[in-house]
């Protein structure tokens, strides 16, 4: 049975977006806020709100003792964590179960087979799933470390097995640097982590990022929502995904998909996920991470399957059978693109610039769906992340999406801080990009004038 109500352990577009697709399926919401918070129009959009703290997130959105609290103190039977903050958290997974709170999401155990990186690559490796050439388990030593990539050959890349998003990560050469990178690694992970265990990969070159939504319920059914390709990162922030990749042939799609299917398979893995995969030149793929939540470049997903991904979590977590299997397999449906509205200042190192907005008039019309919390003053907080709002284009192929996304990018306007609109628009100028070609380096090797 579907709730009656739920909460949402988030904030901002996330948190408005979850909400949203609870309303349309009748279920109540009650959102959480820290005192920063407050004013939001999520805070206001919610039937309930509950102050879980101040600003400093470590104080308010990642208390779980009370969050859980909030959950049982307004009857709420399920929490939806969106992404970030505890999304990945298994502990707040086992302690909405330990409280007979439904988690939105995967099992506990799910979440922690996949946050260890180097045990999720052996548990791919073990289905079938294709990886990279690199260590089994971790390496402990640097004689170990050498012995492998004396094997593989170099270049290599080392990597922290609680890491993920770059962090901990260090490219090897030169036979040379890899005493120093290795431990270089190994440090920056223990710090970061608290785990300084690391792998080790045959480093990849030029790779393209393409990863596959999934999804599971509890009626035997698991389903690809084909590809996004999220190429176009910068320092593992990702600034432009878009569905279909423009680098996969329908056969490598169907592959990609059976692929991220078996790995879901093997773990026995609910709910949504991503399989992430990197791509190299000659068109092989191999998995890179999982991740266990609902991603922010979900709809562009959306936008070529018709598939409302969050409400579709919140009936595989009610018990329901998912609504869209019948229509699996998914052949995408025209093509959409996503572009990350923050408050950075692109002319300088994409620095932060929280501050007060203005005015804030996004853009309309056929094919342009935005999706963001802020109005015309609303300030952008410097305590959380900087992203303002979402522009998904969408159209029957690629070429109208450029198009359309040049169009509403002209028509969006921010005034009081700098924003990434204006890296957008250049982008959209840019022929590699423009031709589809955009790799992981398509930042710095492309847009290098602009930083
Ligand atoms: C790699 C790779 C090349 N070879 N693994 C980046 C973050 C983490 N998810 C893994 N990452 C990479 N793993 C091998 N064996 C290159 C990257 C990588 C990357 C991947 C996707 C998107 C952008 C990236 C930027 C730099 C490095």
Redesign the pocket.
Known sequence: MMFDKILVANRGEVALRVMRAARELGVKTVAVYSTEDADTYPVRYADEAVCIGPAQATKSYLVIPSIIAAAKNTGAQAIHPGYGFLAENAEFARACVDNDIVFIGPDAECIERMGD?SSARETMKACGVPT?P?SDGCIDTVEEARAFADRVGYP??I?ATA????KG?REVHDPADLESQYKAARAEAGAAFGNDGVYL?????R???VEVQVLADNHGNHISLCERD??V?RR?QKLIEEAPSPALTDELRRAMGVAAIKAVRAVDYRNAGTI?F?LDESGHF?F??MNTRVQVEHPVSEQITGVDIIKEQLRIAAGEPMSCASRAPFTPFGHAMEFRINAEDPDHGFRPCPGTITRFEPPSGPGVRVESYVRSGSRISPYYDSMVAKLIVYGQDREEVLARGRRALDEFVIEGIATTLPFHRRVLDNQVFCDGQAC??FIETQMGDLL
């Open positions: 990186k990279v690199g290599v890349l990597k890491g993920g998003g770059g990560m990969e045959k480093l990849v070159l790779p393209r990022h999220c190429s990162q593992h992430e990197l191999y890179m991470e992981t380096d």
